[in-house]
């Protein structure tokens, strides 16, 4: 098998945060690499009930999907995981592997990687197929500041994609089906050094999720105090709108981490981006690079933030907020 016609596997955990939203985009990832073409793009499914999500990867033109399923798989134990993908992948052979770069598909892996040897490309935001037929990524680095350029030398190419930088794979026919494969893999001998006892859903937190929305307002450094993200608030109620927030915010429990956004938060693509009081620095901007429209208001002239930005308001966040959200009231009382 040459290097341009080696089997690409999208690697998936159903019991994952985000699942469908990461697979869809994996799998556009995975067309870009094979040409377009899906003939040498499977699916790999681990998970507890792992063959009810078969039907999604089908109707997306995925033609072979392989199952992992069971009692075993109940809780994302990711030694577990990766022993049985270690399995898999020794009796199948594929060439490239793509998986999800959030925290649990990132540390299994790690744990594939060490398991059987294999290069790791981490958190690229872009991937492709080179002329040697060696898949190359783009991924930050330094905070954000730098972008590198990395190229898999592993027989076994495995890289971890940061969602929000793929489209989501359309539907190619919703009555389409393919070939599903069930793998048995020889679990009961492993000896897991995590062992859960007792596990409890994680408490919702009260802002919304802010990956899929077409309207952002975010708050920045600018943001002094809670009062006046209070502000922020109910700027976005106006406009209907979700809040986002940067890292400071987010460590000073303005929100939830829903809501950061940038490289140790979302990658998030709106049509409107509203960012307030934040300077602009690389490792916020890589998560909004795709947004359509993006408007900045900053008291300083020269942030970071002006050179990305369709529209940059040079203010006082204390003075503009007040003065937007008086004359927004206004115009629904006109209305």
Not at 283 to 305: C, E, F, M, R, Y
């Amino acid at each position: 098998m040459t290097e341009k016609n080696k089997k690409i596997w999208i690697v998936c955990a159903s019991n994952a945060p985000g699942f469908e939203q990461s697979a869809y985009e994996l799998i556009e990832a995975g067309r870009e690499i094979s040409d377009g073409s899906m003939e040498n793009l499977s699916c790999v499914i681990i998970g507890r009930k792992a063959s009810k999500y078969a039907d999604i990867f089908f109707k997306r033109g995925i033609k072979k999907v392989y199952i992992a399923e069971g009692e075993i798989y109940k809780n994302l134990i990711e030694e577990i995981y990766a022993d049985a993908l270690a399995q898999l992948i020794l009796e199948k052979n594929p060439g490239k592997i793509l998986l999800s770069a959030s925290k649990e598909l990132r540390t299994i892996a790690a744990r594939l990687a060490a398991k059987l040897n294999m290069g790791l490309i981490s958190d690229a935001i872009k991937i492709k197929t080179e002329a040697s037929g060696k898949t190359s990524a783009i991924k930050p680095t330094f905070g954000g500041e730098l972008m590198a350029k990395i190229e898999s030398r592993s027989q076994v190419e495995m890289i971890t994609i940061r969602e929000g930088f793929y489209s989501k794979a359309p539907l190619v026919n919703p009555a389409q089906s393919g070939e599903l494969i069930n793998f048995k893999s020889d679990l009961p001998q492993l000896n897991p050094k995590i062992k859960i006892i007792e596990s409890s859903p994680k408490p919702k937190e009260g802002d919304e999720d802010i990956s899929n929305a077409e309207i952002v307002v975010a708050a920045g450094r600018g943001i002094k105090t809670k009062e006046e993200f209070e502000m922020v608030r109910q700027l976005s109620d106006l406009l209907g709108a979700s809040v986002g927030i940067t890292r400071p915010l987010a460590d000073l429990g303005f929100a939830g981490e829903n809501c950061q956004i940038g490289i140790t938060g979302k990658t998030i693509k709106p049509k409107l981006y509203i960012a307030l009081g934040i300077s602009g620095k690389a490792h916020h901007t890589q998560g909004i690079l795709n947004a359509k429209t993006i408007i900045s208001v900053n008291k300083d002239p020269d942030a970071p933030i002006k050179e990305i930005s369709d529209y940059f308001i040079e203010a006082d966040i204390k003075e503009f907020l007040p003065a937007i959200i008086k004359k927004l009231k206004e115009l629904k009382e006109i209305e």
